[in-house]
T-cell receptor, first 117, second 118 residues
Framework: DTAVSQTPKYLVTQMGNDKSIKCEQN?????MYWYKQDSKKFLKIMFS???????INETVPNRFSPKSPDKAHLNLHINSLELGDSAVYFC????????????????FGPGTRLTVL | AQKITQTQPGMFVQEKEAVTLDCTYD???????LFWYKQPSSGEMIFLIY????DQQNATEGRYSLNFQKARKSANLVISASQLGDSAMYFC???????????????WGAGTKLIIKP
């Protein structure tokens, strides 16, 4: 009954390879996110999807591409991996509320530790 | 410009003492939300507490409470009767709109590493 799941948990790969990280949420949320957490623990939003539409696209390299086949999934594809891509990647989801006076928390997956050699 | 500031990179606290983790924020949007998350050494991100900008009362969740001072733009997390299991990174985050009602982002502070001493 995991709320937000990510696979794989660990990913070790060579520079130049292409890899994907999968994310699924069973909470019925309408918005999903990808974050990158660097070695100093700083969290940076990469993408978010609301009802299958990209609504945030931070200045990440275009080697990173999110793909959402449906509302419950938001996968992250990374092409031509570089050493600087090594980090922990978190998927998260939340349910937006119509009124702007209250906001719901984001639920996070367990993270995927990516190591590029 | 830094929008969320956590001024304490690390803190040591004696077990059973109360601890306050500082968070200040900067926004011109009258509607925003403030969140605190805990990240233990195992790595998962755990939601602790939320405070809305229009909430009249300070938020409380068990041993966690939020000292929300809107005029000072601060939202400090207070943990009462600290326990060894409270040792973790703590992140403050602010939710604000980018444009319109459907475009928004969660801005994160750099975190505070809290270590509880037995």
């Amino acid at each position: 009954d995991t709320a937000v799941s990510q696979t794989p948990k660990y990913l070790v790969t060579q520079m130049g390879n292409d890899k994907s990280i999968k994310c699924e949420q069973n909470l019925g949320h309408d918005t999903m996110y990808w974050y990158k957490q660097d070695s100093k623990k700083f969290l940076k939003i990469m993408f978010s999807y609301n009802n299958k539409e990209l609504i945030i696209n931070e200045t990440v390299p275009n080697r990173f591409s999110p793909k959402s086949p449906d509302k419950a999934h938001l996968n992250l594809h990374i092409n031509s991996l570089e050493l600087g891509d090594s980090a922990v990647y978190f998927c998260a989801s939340s349910q937006e509320v119509p009124a702007r006076r209250t906001y719901n928390e984001q639920f996070f997956g367990p993270g995927t530790r990516l190591t590029v050699l | 410009a830094q929008k969320i500031t956590q001024t304490q990179p690390g803190m040591f606290v004696q077990e059973k003492e109360a601890v306050t983790l500082d968070c200040t924020y900067d926004t011109s949007d009258p509607s925003y939300g403030l969140f605190w998350y805990k990240q233990p050494s195992s790595g998962e991100m755990i939601f602790l507490i939320y405070q809305g900008s229009y909430d009249q009362q300070n938020a409380t969740e068990g041993r966690y409470s939020l000292n929300f001072q809107k005029a000072r733009k601060s939202a400090n997390l207070v943990i009462s009767a600290s326990q060894l299991g409270d040792s973790a990174m703590y992140f403050c985050a602010m939710r604000e709109a980018l444009t319109g009602d459907s475009n928004y982002q969660l801005i994160w502070g750099a975190g505070t590493k809290l270590i509880i001493k037995p």
